[in-house]
């Protein structure tokens, strides 16, 4: 903020606190109004002994054609205001779903054993709108605003008495229901010390949650975790926890590798750690809506997003047929899912490139005549189609070059056992779902190379020479 | 049933209750599965003697294509299910959105007057799916069955301890927030007297929550209601009113004839009646979207349908552009607002004579290829929508005779006072909502009829010699 505010007022910032400089391997990035959580990429810049990075915008961006671009976009964002989605997200944030998602199983509860978590209402994004909204905060140029600015007064959280940030989905997921605990408050309290210290809500949440399940199971105690007396349900036990992660103080040290590194520590069967390649999987759960077992296990970014592959969304309506992304109900285990989850894959791999939230979801033809009006370049929609395969095999081809095998794609077993509240015994079936995608995108399914032909096509010869 | 059980399991049912019988204004039909709840049909039917219709169906329907057609309808009804609204009516029910409802202001409160109902995550579809659920209740062949059995057990209500049918939105939000009654148990048990002695829950409702506000403006006491100590919250006492009404016993001789009665009898101004037509209106206040209006003022069941015109559900996203259902923000008070929701209530026109129900909306060409192949006749949109236009002409031809005038679509004063709470003190200005509609359909605005070069397109002169 001192930086930013030497800077004037065109500055934005990206920077890492504690959990970054000690080097905690899910310490996250802050920026201005949201976080670059996932993958540790806050550990990079703290390796690196990089506090943050100042952009001062001093130029303007030339565009093709500025006027009808200008008029294209407002356009564009009132198409985006009239799907019924982004209504319910501005009202009611990404945790507008927590009654259905507790219906159909897709809220994970217990550590990923649970059935049962009745007090979902207490954690939703209608209760947090309800009791403690103040306004929406917008990512820049965002019509919707999904964000939720929120405050609680007084408090004897220790929390600020003014404006704090309302937790997202995943967070409240990862600190309520994984942990069976019902009270909003103090999932915001653990969400504000994680953004404060630096480090990411769900790896913070999973590791924690995991060691929760532990103790459940009579495996460790809290002498086993520095005194501390962890249980489902005790947050003063987490908050003293994700303190001692972003310091690495005692049990921390260990913590802050997250739960493979602690799962060793403790002699824990690897199958019973809900990570996939090292990372906490995100709160959607697989055995509710099947794509998602190719988000977290074949997507870029391993185990860890659901943005970049939203199956979820998808197998409940979010469907976009333009670019194949083909409406599978949330239960099957079939080529089609696969194909649509390929497809989603790549046209998120798009969506990133051309900087789009994928809460915001206008007609792909709209997008490519944005593109169109703004560089002066054609574009349409198998262009976007053709791009998003581009940058979903070159990120396989970066991947493949760091050392990425096969095998980082396993889905340990708790994440596959049946359950039977909402998913009611259903569990995707990655011997279908896997070699179909592979299949369908030409991938070599013994590498996991994408073929000479696909390469070719793609035009990334100079990129496969490995 | 009895009746049923005698004529073997093809036989459909359609009867009266003791409303009907005692010709209540606002009595209903009762269907096996369904209510025929508005307007007074069963009134109707009373007035005839006509206690029940038993049809028993022994001859098949000919298809033009029968293989194709089934073909063709598995696929549509897989495409149905792939809509995001077709699974959120199939977990949670049509009272789904309680919270975004209670948010946006749409959910009206203390007979349309209050602000504030922070107990509605207790009213809502989500908690009645969780609380007491026991299967869904499928319509004829629906893939959806937005209806839910529910089950109380042993309960001090005085209900049945086996299934009993659960309320949909119209009269949670009836016995619910209009009567600022946080209890569904006690909302269940309202609902299953009004089943049970064939009256409409939402004009019973209505005229009771209509006495509640006079009550608490001191305007009437116990004393004029037979000593029933009516108040907001009070259950009992409407549970005792809604007898009294079915049986036209003492005040609820008055109270059978519905709101305005009521308000003459206890000398109130007719505009701080919520009635249109003299129906009392449905419970999606129009202050929050202004879409509402036209579909209580304008359509062909004047004040009373929600579903004849369901702009609620197109200005949040339900828009089908291929038929003119556009896209209009909640709060606009626009000429294409007034289009949308002339397209709209011509688009459900023909919904009604195709027998879909407004919840279930696979692509209108879909419907159209139905058509074809059912019935060997040519047909696509624009076809669907020329006979949306036709059915609803038509309907407004059979109005007029029947003495339509254009005062009756007055909106009284109570529903358009802005309001502090969630619609933000935003109202619908008739001023030009009506006017643009219909010019829009060119109908005339002195007398309401349909203009010659209207009636001669549409083919309807058969029907105009007035």
Chains 1, 2 share one sequence.
């Not at 030339?62 to 209504?87: D, H, R």
């Not at 600190?175 to 009270?183: Q, R, V």
């Not at 349900?233 to 260990?254: H, T, Y």
Request: charged content about 25%.
């Amino acid at each position: 903020e001192i930086l930013g505010e030497s800077l004037g007022k065109r500055t934005k910032i990206m920077c890492i606190g504690p959990g970054g400089e000690n080097l905690v391997k899910f310490a996250m990035i802050g920026g201005d109004t949201r976080a670059f959580g996932r993958t540790g990429m806050g550990a990079v810049m703290g390796s690196k002994k990089l506090k943050a990075i100042v952009a001062v915008g001093t130029k303007k961006v030339e565009l093709a054609k500025p006027e009808e671009f200008k008029e294209y976009v407002k356009e564009v964002n009132e198409t985006l205001m009239g799907i019924y989605t982004s209504q319910v997200f501005q009202e009611l944030g990404t945790a507008s779903n927590m009654n259905l998602y507790s219906i159909t199983g897709e809220l994970p509860i217990k550590y990923w054993r649970g059935t049962d978590f009745p007090e979902e209402d207490n954690i939703s994004g209608a209760t947090m709108r309800e009791k403690y909204f103040k306004r929406r905060r917008h990512c820049y140029s965002c019509p919707i605003g999904c964000g939720k600015v929120i405050t609680f007064g007084e408090n004897e959280l220790g929390l600020p008495k003014g404006d704090i940030s309302g937790p997202e989905y995943e967070t409240i997921a990862s600190f309520g229901s994984l942990m069976d605990n019902p009270d909003l408050q103090k999932i915001t309290k653990a969400n504000y010390m994680c953004n404060d210290l630096g480090i990411d809500t769900v790896s913070t949440g999973g590791t924690i949650a995991f060691l929760m399940d532990l103790v459940n199971q009579g495996k460790i105690t809290a002498s086993d975790l520095d005194g501390v007396d962890l249980k489902f349900r005790n947050m003063e036990a987490v908050f003293q926890l994700i303190d001692k992660i972003a310091k690495k103080e005692g049990i921390g040290e260990i913590l802050s590798k997250g739960s493979n590194a602690v799962g060793e520590h403790f002699g824990v069967d690897k199958e019973q750690i809900a990570t996939i390649n090292n990372s906490e999987v995100i709160l959607h759960d697989m055995r509710a809506t099947h794509g998602m077992a190719i988000a977290y296990g074949l997507s870029p970014h391993y185990g860890g997003s659901h943005n970049s592959c939203d199956m979820y969304m998808v197998s409940l309506g979010g469907s976009n047929e333009a670019v194949g992304m083909d409406m599978v109900l949330p239960h099957e285990n079939s080529p089609e899912m696969a194909i649509s989850a390929a497809n989603t894959m790549a046209y998120r791999a798009f969506y990133s490139a051309y900087g789009m939230c994928v809460f915001a979801n206008p007609p792909s033809e709209t997008i490519a005549r944005t593109i169109e009006l703004g560089t002066g370049l054609h574009f349409d929609i198998e262009r976007i189609k053709s791009t998003g395969k581009r940058v979903l095999a070159l990120k396989r081809l970066f991947n493949l070059k760091m050392g990425f095998t096969r095998d980082m794609e396993h889905i340990p077993k708790i994440l596959l056992t049946p359950l039977e509240g909402g998913s009611e015994g259903n569990v995707p079936d990655v011997n279908v779902l896997y070699p179909e995608f592979y299949k369908y995108l030409d991938w070599n399914p013994e590498t996991g190379k994408p073929s000479k032909e696909v390469i070719k096509e793609l035009e990334l010869e100079d990129y496969s020479n490995f």
